[in-house]
C-alpha cells in the first residue's frame, strides 16, 4: 500500500489549507488527520476527487 502524509498547501476550500492528510493513491482515497472547520473530521474518509484542486507537500510517515 502506497500511503504519504500530505499538508495541503493551496485550495479553494479555506478549511483545507494547511489540512494534513493520509493519502493512498492506489484507492484514490485521503483520511484527514486534521482540519480547521466543520468539513472535514478527523479520520473521515474521502475520495481523493473530493478534495478538488489542491497543492500540497509531502510530510515524512513512519510505518
Excluded at 50 to 57: D, K, M, N, Q, V
Amino acid at each position: 500500500m502506497a500511503v504519504k502524509g500530505i499538508q495541503i498547501t493551496q485550495s479553494a476550500n479555506a478549511d483545507l489549507l494547511n489540512s494534513i492528510w493520509l493519502l493512498d493513491e492506489e484507492a484514490a482515497t485521503a483520511r484527514c488527520l486534521c482540519a480547521k472547520g466543520d468539513a472535514f473530521a478527523q479520520d473521515q474518509e474521502v475520495a481523493v476527487a473530493e478534495l478538488g484542486e489542491i497543492a500540497f507537500r509531502e510530510l515524512p510517515v513512519e510505518g
